[in-house]
């Protein structure tokens, strides 16, 4: 017994190394609104507990939101990015959650682990009927396939029939936290919170996904199915694993949508939301996992402060950004950081050669 804590210890260290960056994020980002109080708002420690209005409470609100939009942006890179597989209804799974999340907490008045349980479910029976169809057809075949099927959920959820519980049009309102942690309402700290350690919790597991043999296929799919498939693997089952994976992410996310905003909008059911999550992890860098999380923060910050400044101007200026971005930066911004990699490294040898006077 004795003899395994000294290992236990060293790979405890060994993960603190690995993750220290990812943990110093998170601290930074619990730290953030109250800075935000102290320096801006001029309101101290307490007006964070007390949820206070101010700028460090809609800053959260703001947080929040990208971080509900990072966990729906990683999902599809999983799908897209890391497996290759081009889907045009990602939107679905991030509405499954969102409205079947605030009907059964509002209708039914089911207990929320009860919920939670539902909806793991419902993103495991998705995940397949996406995947029915991957044995027969590919490519945009899929992809049109799958904007079949989320076509079909935008239209089911707008319906008369489901007014009562879904709202139609309008979208669906009234949804009431279950517990007080997941209130953003009147304890927004906590909530902001949760969202943080969620999203940390989803990035961890997606790098582990990844890193593993099972994500080494993946990418092996991604580059060369048919070489895959020839090295004996069933391509379809990792391509299930990847799907499943990615529809109780977006599931998630889309049951704290719902808990964040006051209405969930059909337009979170529709092609534009998946062309939504393709932006940012263009954005990021697609396959990178962690560009997912850079992408969904500059494409709401852009969002809202090009709206802010410029008003109706902006939907041109964002347009415009995206251009840019994808012509300047054609892997994305943490691929062409890691593609730039060895040109860095070298620039700063060289750097150190000036400064210690070695000639190299």
């Known amino acids: ?20 960056g990812l943990l110093l994020l998170a601290a930074a980002l619990v730290l953030f609104p109250f800075v935000i109080s102290i320096l801006i708002d001029g309101q101290g420690i307490g007006a964070v507990f007390s949820n206070d209005q101010g700028n460090a409470r809609f800053l959260q609100g703001l947080a929040i939101e ?26 679905m799974f991030f509405a499954v959650g969102a409205y079947g ?29 996406f995947a029915i169809v991957l044995p027969r057809v590919k490519g945009i075949t899929f992809a049109l396939v799958t904007l079949g099927l989320a076509s079909v959920f935008w239209i089911v959820i707008q319906s008369s029939d489901l007014s009562d519980w879904a709202g139609a049009e309008i979208g669906l309102q009234g949804v009431q936290p279950p517990v007080w942690f997941l209130d953003t309402t009147n304890e927004r700290f906590a909530f902001y919170l949760v969202t943080i350690a969620i999203l940390i919790g989803v990035f961890i597991v997606y790098t582990r996904i990844v890193d593993s043999p099972a994500g080494k296929v993946m990418v092996a799919i991604r580059e060369n199915e048919d070489r895959a498939l020839m090295l004996g693997y069933n391509t379809f089952w990792f391509k299930l694993l990847a799907l499943t994976v990615a529809s109780i992410t977006a599931v998630l996310a889309g ?5 964040h ?15 939504t999550a393709l ?23 852009l969002q809202f402060y090009l709206d802010k400044w410029f008003g109706g101007a902006s939907d041109l200026l964002i347009g415009l950004a995206y251009v ?22 070298k620039g700063l040898d060289f750097v150190g050669s000036l400064v210690s006077g070695r000639k190299r």
Not at 4 to 20: D, E, H, I, K, T
Not at 69 to 88: E, H, K, N, Q, R
Not at 255 to 259: G, N, P, T, Y
């Open 1 to 20: 017994m004795t003899s395994a804590n000294p290992s236990v210890a060293a790979g405890f260290r060994s993960w603190l190394q690995r993750r220290r």
């Open 66 to 91: 990208i971080f509900i939009l990072a966990l729906y942006a990683i999902s599809y890179d999983l799908v897209l990015g890391i497996t290759g597989l081009l889907s045009f209804g990602h939107a």
């Open 101 to 129: 999340f605030g009907i059964l907490l509002k209708s039914f008045d089911i207990a929320w682990p009860v919920v939670v349980l539902i909806l793991l479910v419902a993103a495991l029976v998705q995940a397949v009927l």
């Open 255 to 259: 049951s704290l949508h719902a808990l």
């Open 261 to 275: 905003q006051p209405i969930v909008t059909p337009n979170v059911a529709g092609l534009g939301f998946t062309v």
């Open 279 to 301: 932006l940012m992890i263009l954005i990021g860098g697609v396959g990178t996992i962690s560009g997912a999380l850079v992408g969904a923060a500059v494409f709401r910050l």
């Open 324 to 345: 840019a971005i994808v012509l300047y930066l054609p892997f994305g911004i943490v691929g062409t950081w890691r593609a730039k990699a060895v040109q860095r490294q």
